[in-house]
């Protein structure tokens, strides 16, 4: 016997006899909701994304292929114990038993002439190595190659943040009140690339054993990594820890045989050669080759170099997925950190609170012990030293007394994971508001921008050395509260004014050599484009830079001043969602959601909605949900997502959250008794 039925929201409370049944059911409901959305996931971990929406998504589908998706996600699915592998199978049932229905609403299928593909047993593995193989560190290494090179090594530290790609997350624990009686409370936003359909999928899974609610990702059972049981809540935010390594290659060629350099000399390498179909065009090769250290994803045009991508998943052909189920059993903070002693990767940074006042914070995933360089750039393979040992960092495991704070920042916990850490300002503002007594729900939506070495490069400009408008500008920006509402006129001058100096900065005698051709694939543009890692890195420069960028500084801002009037920041920082656009319906969507929602907030803000100065104000990132679990009276917990539950345009529940998540107000969680319409 199994039950659906949904809230207002369309949120969809799932109840089934057993957790297998509960598995089939929730996939089944995934395939109606997100059909187009879990098969170009499909399609992507088997790099076979081309075939169905054309040429433009070759440079993934070579990537995918190259890296060994598939094969890894068969590998760690053929590695699960009897018990995990039984309800993940029956999740992929349950995929296979909705993708057709789903299908036929989803209009995309037909823009595009295609139809859904019953999922293979390891399906759900391949899509959460989707979710996360860029998610980490090895892109900026290729960043650091390249300013190594064309800079010098000493240049690095300019680039000492977090990468485009990185995260912005937050997440706080607040103990228990015994005073008042109140309970902990874990809150926060995970920070992501604004997906449409969203990457999250809220929902109600119970059954006799357990009754959670939480955010799944589409294709994948049960809820990674935001869950509440009733007894147990947990969040999860990066822990910016390095776990995966860049090796170069030396490569020679006998015929078809590919032979590597080692440390003894010459090996042989696997390698074999595969064909991408592409819409509309011709089919594509792709040689795909791995070395002992792991698959060739490049080559290095500018040295020759092969690169190897070296990581937990394929080494140890496990993902984590025996966690998921012990999750969704927990009741104690220490089950969930049992349950998480199992995970892989990506590297998390995890807050748990209980009903019995219990607040731990973790650490969970593997991290290789080797030599330091391997955590900056790609090191030679055929040196033995930067082999991994063999070893893995401890777990970290610790209570928690007072307010934790976990926003991608330095702390002892994960300090010795990462080499690269996001600004502390978000930190500082969380445990600042929390301090002053703000409620949970409303850090989320915190806009104001730290007085940070950017700001104050303002204070250091002479206002009788501009002119009038130059002038009258400057002190506008220097009276500003630093909030970025969506509103302020002085927060669309200021994104301006920095816009107009990063593009300075691309000719700077310090900088301007970046622009020499890095070598690496398109692929990797988001982290090696130098445009977009000096409008990053603004805030950085202007500390390392000082006074040296006065001049520039007092040039952009005369550029701004004597051009047409910025506008407020929502009208500059309007909403762009990443999708296909395959299919016109989706395409009027977005440009209808745009119209209706203004955005507030900026990358260093506690609500950190992302742009990239120089490039573009628009916001392509950002919290991809927000939560607030409540230990004493889960009822009480709130929540929200972009756009909705439903990933088909024109369903009621497609973008029925926006406007509440862009002005950050949070909705109810699915809370009582569950029943609905039976299904089978």
């Avoid at 789903?102 to 999922?119: L, R, S, Y």
């Avoid at 980490?136 to 990468?163: D, I, Q």
């Avoid at 485009?164 to 624990?173: K, L, T």
């Avoid at 984590?320 to 012990?326: D, I, K, Q, S, Y």
Wanted: aromatic letters at 8%.
């Amino acid at each position: 016997m199994t039950h659906v039925d949904r809230d207002r929201w369309g949120v969809p409370r799932l109840w089934a006899a057993d957790v297998d049944a509960l598995a089939r059911l929730q996939g089944r409901v995934a395939a109606l909701d997100r059909a187009w959305q879990i098969s170009v996931e499909r399609w992507r971990a088997e790099g076979r994304l081309a075939a169905h929406v054309g040429a433009a998504e070759l440079a993934w589908d070579r990537f995918a292929r190259r890296v060994r998706l598939d094969d890894t996600a068969r590998r760690c699915y053929e590695r699960l114990d009897p018990d995990t592998r039984r309800w993940v199978e029956a999740y992929v049932d349950g995929v296979n038993s909705g993708l057709a229905e789903g299908a036929a609403d989803a209009p995309e299928f037909a823009a595009t002439g295609t139809a859904p593909e019953p999922w293979q047993p390891w399906s759900p593995l391949g899509v959460f190595l989707v979710q996360h193989v860029l998610f980490s560190t090895f892109p900026n290494k290729l960043w650091h190659a390249h300013v190594a090179r064309t800079l010098g090594p000493e240049a690095a530290g300019l680039f000492a943040v977090e990468g485009p790609a990185s995260s912005g997350s937050n997440a706080w624990a607040l103990p228990a009140d015994p005073a008042t009686g109140r309970g902990p409370v874990i809150a926060g936003d995970p920070h992501r690339l604004l997906e449409l359909p969203g990457v999250y999928q809220q929902v109600r899974l119970a059954c006799p054993e357990f009754d959670v609610i939480g955010l799944a990702f589409p294709g994948v059972p049960g809820l990674p990594h935001f869950g509440h049981t009733g007894h147990v809540a947990w969040a999860v935010t990066n822990a910016m820890a390095d776990y995966q390594d860049l090796y170069r290659e030396r490569l020679r060629r006998d015929g078809d045989r590919v032979l590597v350099r080692d440390a003894g000399g010459w090996t042989p390498a696997a390698r074999h050669v595969e064909e991408i179909e592409v819409r509309g065009g011709a089919p594509e090769t792709v040689e795909v080759i791995e070395t002992p250290r792991g698959p060739v994803i490049d080559h290095d045009r500018v040295t020759g170099d092969a690169i190897a991508l070296r990581t937990p998943s394929r080494v140890e052909a496990r993902l984590g997925f025996e966690a998921l189920l012990p999750l969704l059993r927990a009741r104690h903070t220490g089950d969930v950190a049992e349950a998480l002693r199992h995970w892989v990767e990506p590297v998390n940074s995890v807050l748990a609170a209980d009903t019995g006042g219990g607040v731990r914070r973790l650490v969970a995933g593997l991290v290789p012990v080797r030599d330091e360089r391997c955590r900056r750039e790609p090191v030679p393979a055929w040196e033995p030293r930067y082999r991994w040992r063999g070893d893995y960092l401890p777990p970290v495991d610790e209570p928690v007394d007072g307010v934790a704070v976990c926003a991608n920042d330095r702390r002892d916990d994960v300090a010795a994971h990462g080499a690269d850490f996001a600004p502390p300002h978000r930190a500082r503002r969380i445990r600042a508001l929390l301090a002053d007594g703000a409620e949970a729900s409303t850090v989320h939506i915190d806009d104001r921008l730290p007085a940070g070495p950017l700001y104050r490069l303002l204070d250091r400009l002479d206002p009788g050395r501009l002119d009038e408008p130059a002038r009258a500008l400057l002190l506008r920006l220097r009276g500003w509260d630093r909030t970025m509402a969506a509103g302020s006129a002085e927060a669309g001058a200021y994104a301006a004014w920095r816009a107009a100096l990063a593009r300075r900065l691309r000719v700077h005698p310090r900088l301007r050599a970046l622009d020499e051709p890095c070598g690496f694939d398109e692929l990797f543009a988001p982290w090696t484009d130098p445009a977009a890692r000096i409008g990053l890195a603004l805030d950085h420069l202007a500390a390392e830079f000082g006074a040296g960028l006065a001049a520039p500084a007092a040039e952009a801002l005369a550029e701004v001043a004597a051009g047409p009037a910025p506008g407020e920041w929502g009208s500059r920082h309007v909403l762009h969602p990443v999708h296909l656009g395959v299919a016109p319906a989706v395409t009027d969507a977005v440009t209808a959601m745009r119209q209706r929602v203004a955005l507030a907030g900026d990358t260093d803000c506690v609500l950190a909605t992302s742009s990239v100065p120089g490039v573009s104000d628009a916001c392509w990132r950002g919290p991809v949900a927000r939560y607030v679990w409540d230990l004493t009276d889960r009822a009480a917990s709130r929540w929200i997502v972009p756009f909705g539950a439903s990933g088909r345009p024109g369903d009621a529940h497609f973008a029925d959250q926006l406007t509440h998540w862009a002005a950050g107000m949070l909705i109810p969680v699915p809370a009582g008794p569950l029943t609905g319409d039976e299904t089978t």
